[in-house]
């Protein structure tokens, strides 16, 4: 084969074929590559590559957010100062005792580090709000905490409750919660003005073991309660018997010509309230009670409308009649009239002792003034007059 090689090598030089009968064979030919049944077809858009280890890492490196926020305590702060003194008196004079201190002083932190995220981990927090409040009256807010745990218990954990547009200033403290467990605490609140009192979560935070630092996180937990107007004792004039009848007045047992319910008679009943048709019939005495008298809804209107360069004066104003509508309607209600709070918007709301003064109270806490250039477009969201504001007349103000 080397002879071979050498003859083909030295014609190729002399430039001579060479012979037909020569024992150089051509190259078999290259089979081609069958596809892979799963392999994207020729002009596809190729699939992306798998990321490695090392963009993963770098990617979740910029991506990062701090899920815990630390604070010094007043006893952080000392601790930390004395811990870098001794660090660099160690590394100043280099003594071994100071090197143990040292090591002594930072073990600590990381110990502290590791029960206070222990403590934080896998907590649920619930919050349970009154069915109402109101302006000037306490009213208590429920915290639970609910430890997921199976062995390890939560200490020192102190819940504030988050709310929109104001300052935290309600917590609970937890001082122990067992695995698997449940710990309810209640803070009291006095709420000084009406309105929607929006909740947006809770910050729970510990300073177990050491008190030297403060971790914390947050939990997001939306929560709602409206703030009923405050409600002062009113008295009112003396109910006027002689008023025309209409109206929806509350059912019940009274002095008018009709006819409530029908009873068999008792001894001391008054003999001119017997129903003599129904005695004839059933052979007994059978007594007529007679029903309430009814009388019109009592009308409080409010003028919601705020005239042009109007500053703190008409808040302060507005927020007063609203006090005011509130008594007067709460003593309408207890007395067994039935009212109607307007605006001169053509809003209202209805209560009488049936459906109580939940209804009146709801909607005067969610009323706001409008300014005087958006009422023509309200009057025509709502397809009221062009022509100004719609004066309600009306009654017992």
Known sequence: MVADRRQAESLAVRGDKPPRDSRVTRPEATPLPVPHPLAPLPGAPAAPRPENALTRLWRSFFSFKMPRRLKFTREGKYFVGITLGVGFAAINTGNNLLYLLLGMLLSLMVVSSVMSELSLRTLTVTRRLPTRAQVGRAHLVEIEVYNHKKRIPSYAIEVEDLRAGQPADKRCFFLKISPSSAQVAAYRRTPARRGRDRHTGFRIATRFPFGLFEKSREVMADGELVIYPAVDPVRLPPEDRGRALGGVGTAGRGTSDETYALRPMREGDDPRDIYWRKSAITSQMVLRERARETRPDVRLVIDVVRPKGSGDAFSQQFEK???????????????????????????????????????????????????????????????????GPARTSGGHA
């Open 321 to 387: 009649r609203i006090r005011e509508v509130a008594s007067r309607a709460v003593a309408h209600i207890k007395r067994g009239d039935g009212v109607v709070v307007a605006t001169n918007l053509g809003e209202e709301a209805r209560g009488d002792r049936n459906i109580g003064s939940d209804r009146i109270l709801r909607f005067l806490a969610l009323l706001d003034a409008v300014d005087e250039d958006r009422v023509q477009e309200i009057q025509e969201r709502r397809g009221l007059s062009r022509g």
